[in-house]
């Protein structure tokens, strides 16, 4: 039987579990993966593209920019594409794949665009996916519909059970 305590403490000791498994003093490595910078210039921006603690890497939010005119792409489908493949490209950074996020967070301004963000996205992922939280909001930065962020572990392959929730 699935019960609702267990999945809260596991995610709960997921996103620290190095924190658990190390100790508090453990002084655990973090790696940052810094946001490219304009030719010539800082970055846009004062944050990180990922940071790894640990096992643990933490992406930020990407929205599908247009390399051409940095703005969000013209049409959903190509921006959806574009922030999956800056996700993707973060990731690979640190040696992760799409295949190593845990949970993933989808930030939208138009709740109608959900079926043709999901067409895009599982062509990235094969299953077991990750948890993933789909969220309305009001806009994004540079016009995006869309920004991705996540979690990726780099850990053993993933024990998967049949039935599902409630079996």
């Known amino acids: 039987m699935f019960r609702k305590g267990f999945v809260f403490c596991m995610v709960a000791m997921s996103a620290c ?19 490219p910078a304009p030719t010539g210039g800082a970055p846009a921006a004062p944050f990180s593209e990922g940071v790894m603690v640990g096992n643990t890497f933490y992406v930020a939010g990407h929205i599908g920019m247009d390399p051409a005119t940095q703005k969000a792409a013209a049409d959903v489908d190509t921006e959806a594409h574009l922030v999956l493949d ?27 665009l959900y079926d043709s963000f999901n067409a895009v996205y599982r062509s990235y992922f094969k299953a077991p996916y ?4 789909f969220i309305g909001i009001n806009q994004l930065v540079r016009g995006a519909h869309f920004e991705v962020a996540g979690i990726a572990v780099k850990a ?12």
Do not use: Q, W
């Not at 800056?86 to 109608?112: P, Q």
């Not at 990750?130 to 939280?133: D, E, H, I, Q, V």
């Not at 392959?157 to 079996?167: L, Q, T």
């Open 17 to 35: 579990a190095p924190c658990f498994a190390a100790g508090a003093d453990a002084g655990l490595r973090k790696e940052i993966v810094p946001a």
């Open 86 to 112: 800056a996700v993707k490209k973060t990731l690979g950074e640190v040696g992760l794949s799409m295949n190593d996020l845990v949970s993933v967070t989808v930030y939208c301004t138009d709740l109608s």
């Open 130 to 133: 990750p948890a993933r939280a």
């Open 156 to 167: 053993a392959p993933p024990i998967v059970r049949s039935g599902g929730p409630g079996h």
